[in-house]
Structure formats: structure tokens, C-alpha cells
């Protein structure tokens, strides 16, 4: 067991220091809500990590086989990585909208903790790779 540990300890830290699209939204959550609001958003990618590695911990090792065998996973996840990335383009070309129609009126959104936390677990827990990794 010591020599599994030992294995996956490079790995890891390789995996903690790769760019996804969890690190940019963090970034752009930090900057645009503040710092409370990017802790509860990690918060909930953090539970997504959680999960999957009580998911890799106790059960899947055929579903490891199922998905090298099938890709229809990885597209499924990059579709829906691709149509969040959409939503969120939408949502941020409306509010800059109004920010220029009200000349320089800047509303701060809300900080909604519980959605950010929930934001950040969805985004880790679609990305398939995390599961892979």
C-alpha cells in the first residue's frame, strides 16, 4: 500500500497544478464576486473531488473499463462543458448590456453561496477526466 501512495503522490501533484476550466471560472469568480465567493465555489469542487475519489475508492473499476472502451462519455462531458460555456457567454454579454445602457450604473450581483457551491461541484463532477484521472 505504501508503494501506491508513493506511486500516486508525482500524480497528483501533476494533477493539482493542471489549467482546466474549473481554474479559470475560480479566477473569474474571484474577481467579479470576491473572495468568499471563489472559497465557496472551490468549496464545492473540492465535494466533487471527494466524491469521485469515494467513487474510485469503492466501485469503479468497471466503469474505469467501460469508459476507455467508449468515448461517448468523454463527448458527453465536452457537450456539456461546451453548453455551459454558452449559458455562462450569454448570461455575461446580457449583463454587460445593461451595464451600457444604464451609462456606468454598476450593479454588483448577489452572492448566492449555496449556488456557487453547487456551480463549482457540477463543473468539477462533468468533467470526466477528473474520474479518469
Do not use: H, W
Not at 46 to 51: K, M
Not at 56 to 84: E, M
Amino acid at each position: 500500500m505504501i508503494d501506491d501512495i508513493l506511486t500516486a503522490i508525482p500524480f497528483g501533484i501533476i494533477l493539482a497544478f493542471t489549467i482546466g476550466p474549473v481554474f479559470f471560472v475560480l479566477l473569474e469568480t474571484g474577481a467579479t464576486k470576491g473572495f468568499k465567493s471563489a472559497v465557496m465555489f472551490d468549496l464545492g469542487v473540492i465535494f466533487a473531488d471527494v466524491v469521485f475519489i469515494a467513487l474510485a475508492f469503492f466501485s469503479t473499476n468497471k466503469l474505469v473499463d467501460k469508459i476507455k472502451d467508449d468515448p461517448n462519455f468523454l463527448i458527453f462531458g465536452g457537450v456539456l462543458l461546451v453548453v455551459y460555456g454558452v449559458i455562462s457567454f450569454i448570461k455575461t454579454s446580457r449583463s454587460f448590456r445593461s451595464i451600457v445602457k444604464e451609462y456606468g450604473r454598476i450593479e454588483l450581483p448577489k452572492k448566492d453561496y449555496g449556488r456557487l457551491f453547487i456551480k463549482g461541484f457540477l463543473l468539477n463532477f462533468i468533467n470526466i477526466g477528473v474520474l479518469l484521472g
